[in-house]
């Protein structure tokens, strides 16, 4: 599975931006697909998903809402609307996908990181 971020950019706080993973290959469509994030000098987390069994969403606790997540299954390409962005949100964004049979959002979820295809990411930078 190959996946591409874009949408990142430069945005004053309290400002948003919309994120974009499209994802391409065989059986794509079979992943679950969330968003993580990594900034300069500290730990990747996850941020966020939707289930592609039950099409749960899930949030971390510091982005639940200003983000919203959303999915678009004919495109295969997931969505990440950041509202109210703060400068704590700067860090480099990208996707990653581990197969939906493993329950996976709610592994990351739990802060089990495991996934088995990641993009190269988009960088998002918060600041006045």
């Known amino acids: 599975v190959q996946l591409q971020a874009s949408g990142g950019g430069l945005v004053q706080p309290g400002g948003s931006l919309r994120l974009s993973c499209a994802a391409s290959g065989p059986n794509a469509e079979d992943y679950d697909i969330g968003w993580f994030r990594q900034a300069p000098g500290k730990n990747r987390e996850w941020v966020s998903c939707?289930?592609?069994?039950?099409?749960?969403?899930y949030y971390r606790d510091s982005v639940k809402g200003r983000f919203t997540i959303s999915r678009d299954h004919a495109k295969n390409t997931l969505y990440l609307q950041m509202n109210n962005l703060k400068p704590e949100d700067t860090a480099l964004y990208f996707c990653?996908?581990?197969?939906?049979?493993?329950?996976?959002?709610?592994?990351?979820?739990?802060?089990?990181?495991?996934?088995?295809?990641r993009g190269q990411g988009t960088q998002v930078t918060v600041s006045s």
């Open positions: 939707i289930s592609n069994s039950d099409y749960k969403v």
């Open positions: 990653a996908a581990e197969p939906a049979r493993f329950a996976s959002c709610a592994s990351w979820y739990i802060g089990v990181l495991q996934y088995e295809f």
